[in-house]
C-alpha cells in the first residue's frame, strides 16, 4: 500500500512519525522549525524505524558507530567490561524510551565502547551519520549549525578525561548539553541558534 502513495507522501509520513521523537533532542527540533521541507527530507534520507526483540543486539564494543539510536519504546541493557572500555568494573545499565546512544557517532568518528541488548521488544530510532552530514550539505543554515555543533562536541569529546570528567561512552559524552554547545559556538551559528 504504501508503495502507491508518491514520494513527497512517503517522506511527509517518515517525517511525521519521526519528528515527535526526533524533537527530543534541541537540535533537531530546531532543524524542523528552521525548514520543514528540509527536515523532511532529512528524516526520510538519515533515519530508520526498527523493531527489536528480547536478546537481540543494538551495537557490541569495538564495533565502528555509523549511527546514533533513540529508544522509542521498550527496554535495553547496556554493558561496559574493563576489556573494552575505561569502566574499572562490568557495568551494566538499564535503559528506556527516550535515551540516546551513540550519539558521538554523529559528531565523530565513534567505536563502541559498550555492548546495548535489548532486554524487552523495541522500537529503535538510527540516525545514520553519513546520511546526517549528506542531508546537511545540502542547506546552508543547516550545514553551518551542524559544522559547528560537530566541532563544539567533537572538542569536549576530546577532552574528556579524568580526574576532571568522566571517560564518554555511548550513553554520555561529559559537558555537551545542547546550551554549552551552541555557547561555544562561532557567533555566525549562534545567531542562526
Not at 525548514?35 to 528480547?54: I, L
Not at 541493557?77 to 562490568?90: C, D, F, I, K, V
Not at 554523529?106 to 530510532?125: M, P
Request: glycine letters at 6%; charged letters at 20%; proline letters at 5%.
Amino acid at each position: 500500500v504504501l508503495g502507491l502513495l508518491s514520494s513527497v507522501l512517503r517522506q511527509e509520513l517518515h517525517a511525521e512519525i519521526c519528528a515527535p521523537h526526533l524533537e527530543r533532542h534541541p537540535l533537531f527540533r530546531l532543524w524542523r522549525n528552521i525548514d520543514w521541507a528540509w527536515f523532511r527530507r532529512f528524516c526520510f534520507a538519515s533515519v530508520t524505524v526498527a523493531e527489536h526483540m528480547c536478546k537481540d543486539d543494538l551495537f557490541v564494543s569495538g564495533s565502528v558507530a555509523n549511527a546514533a539510536y533513540l529508544i522509542v519504546r521498550g527496554e535495553l541493557l547496556y554493558t561496559q567490561e574493563p576489556g573494552s572500555s575505561a569502566a574499572r568494573t562490568p557495568t551494566e545499565i538499564a535503559v528506556g524510551g527516550g535515551t540516546w546512544l551513540a550519539e558521538a557517532a554523529l559528531w565523530s568518528e565513534w567505536i563502541h565502547v559498550g555492548h546495548a541488548q535489548a532486554v524487552t521488544a523495541c522500537q529503535v530510532l538510527s540516525i545514520r551519520a553519513e546520511q546526517l552530514l549528506e542531508s546537511c550539505r545540502s542547506h546552508i543554515t543547516m550545514q553551518l549549525i551542524e559544522g559547528e555543533y560537530r566541532r563544539c562536541f567533537h572538542e569536549r569529546l576530546v577532552n574528556a578525561m579524568p580526574p576532571l570528567l568522566v571517560w564518554p561512552s555511548d550513553l554520555e559524552v561529559p559537558s555537551t548539553d545542547f546550551g554549552d554547545l551552541v555557547f561555544s559556538m562561532a557567533r555566525p551559528a549562534q545567531v542562526l541558534v
